[in-house]
């Protein structure tokens, strides 16, 4: 009988020990999920931040080349809603990890996934649009310190250059911001088969 009580006893010890090391993994996979997902909140506030240096640097170009300031306003408003759903497709509350289960958070990332490749497939075409109105603009402007609108063309040559790199930076922080999410799901569905 001494025994049976004392396989009893190290049974009960050992079930506990293991529910205490479930909770560890538990909350470090909830800490490294949150750390992996800090960049995407830092990319938010980051885009808020650019906003007004963003709207002022096209007030200056839209004088400088003689253009309506409905571009530079249209810029803003395009991206003040382009911010707006960037909070929605890319923000990751950090109370999210603590207060959710795991499936509820897995839910959210994939909404996200599939919100920001809509946000993407709309925003993209709109952002070329408008670069292609502004650069007309830019190269049919009289200029009045130019007589052989060189400066115009240089200036729709730059916008050209700047538009392309900004195109790779926005899909370079796109296809990020989705292998993120992705990795954050890979772990939650590798905890959930472990």
Same mark, same amino acid.
């Given at each position: 009988?001494?025994?049976?009580?004392?396989?009893?006893q190290?049974?009960?010890?050992?079930?506990?020990?293991?529910d205490?090391?479930?909770?560890?993994?538990?909350k470090?996979?909830?800490? $490294?999920?949150?750390?992996?997902?800090?960049w995407?909140?830092?990319?938010?506030?980051?885009?808020?931040?650019?906003?007004?240096?963003?709207y002022?640097?096209?007030?200056?170009?839209?004088?400088?080349?003689?253009?309506?300031?409905? !571009?530079?306003?249209?810029?803003?408003?395009?991206?003040?809603?382009?911010?707006?759903?960037?909070?929605?497709?890319?923000r990751?509350?950090?109370?999210?990890?603590?207060?959710?289960?795991?499936?509820?958070?897995?839910?959210?990332?994939?909404?996200?996934?599939?919100?920001?490749f809509?946000?993407?497939?709309?925003?993209?075409p709109?952002?070329?649009?408008?670069? $292609?109105? $502004?650069?007309?603009?830019?190269?049919?402007?009289?200029?009045? !310190?130019?007589?052989?609108?060189a400066?115009?063309?240089?200036?729709v040559?730059?916008?050209?250059?700047?538009?392309?790199?900004?195109?790779?930076?926005?899909? $370079?922080?796109?296809?990020?911001?989705?292998?993120?999410?992705?990795?954050?799901?890979?772990?939650?569905?590798?905890?959930?088969?472990?």
């Amino acid at each position: 009988m001494d025994q049976l009580d004392i396989l009893k006893q190290e049974m009960a010890a050992l079930k506990r020990n293991l529910d205490k090391e479930q909770i560890v993994n538990d909350k470090l996979l909830r800490t $490294v999920m949150r750390q992996r997902a800090s960049w995407l909140n830092k990319f938010v506030i980051a885009e808020f931040i650019m906003l007004p240096i963003l709207y002022l640097m096209f007030v200056g170009i839209c004088a400088f080349f003689n253009v309506s300031q409905w !571009y530079a306003l249209t810029l803003l408003i395009f991206s003040f809603i382009d911010v707006l759903v960037d909070i929605r497709t890319f923000r990751i509350s950090p109370k999210l990890f603590s207060t959710c289960t795991m499936v509820e958070v897995r839910h959210l990332l994939i909404r996200q996934k599939k919100e920001r490749f809509i946000h993407m497939c709309i925003a993209l075409p709109l952002a070329i649009i408008w670069l $292609v109105l $502004v650069l007309s603009a830019i190269a049919n402007a009289s200029d009045p !310190y130019a007589t052989d609108h060189a400066l115009n063309y240089a200036g729709v040559i730059g916008g050209l250059i700047g538009g392309l790199i900004g195109g790779i930076i926005v899909l $370079v922080i796109y296809r990020k911001a989705q292998r993120t999410n992705d990795t954050i799901i890979d772990d939650i569905d590798d905890e959930r088969k472990g």
